[in-house]
């Protein structure tokens, strides 16, 4: 059952945190975006009840970005999430977003958009190509990219 993409980004700010890391809002964004995206090439299904935007710097979710709004760069912290944003979260959903955090939780953002805003990602034919900021961007869309990067290894491996 999908979670909200504050849920989700929670799960992140826990996993950074027990690896004595940290997060800030752009990387949460992308992340959660990412984690996402494998669900939806893997399962058909998505990952967050919310859909991620064509905003300026890559993918938004709105839901998320009204949460961290006031941290500006600052590192997020599981305090800023209210007790109740807990996701019940199939195993499986909760391998992929431990799965991506192995894999990409210790990029910078400039180094996970090239995945959420490189060439041929859904963000790119919205946002870039003319279509402006606020536009949601279909599931249908991040499924065929992460599903071409599954099918690609060298691709993956170049991102």
Not at 4 to 20: H, Q, T, Y
Not at 91 to 119: S, Y
Request: glycine share 8%; proline share 5%.
């Amino acid at each position: 059952m999908p979670g909200w993409s504050e849920e989700i980004a929670k799960e992140f700010v826990r996993l950074a945190e027990a690896n004595r890391s940290c997060l800030n809002q752009m990387q949460l964004q992308k992340l959660v975006y990412i984690a996402h995206g494998w669900c939806l090439a893997a399962t058909g299904q998505p990952l967050t009840g919310d859909r991620p935007e064509a905003w300026k710097f890559g993918p938004v979710y709105v839901r998320l970005a009204s949460v961290l709004r006031s941290l500006g760069t600052s590192a997020v912290t599981l305090d800023l999430f209210s007790s109740g944003s807990t996701a019940d979260l199939e195993t499986f959903e909760m391998d992929l977003i431990v799965m991506t955090w192995r894999d990409l939780g210790m990029l910078q953002a400039p180094q996970l958009a090239i995945l959420t805003q490189g060439a041929g990602t859904p963000w790119k034919s919205i946002y870039a190509n003319g279509a402006g900021e606020g536009r949601d961007i279909p599931h249908r869309l991040v499924a065929d990219q992460f599903c071409e990067m599954a099918r690609d290894p060298v691709r993956k491996l170049a991102c």
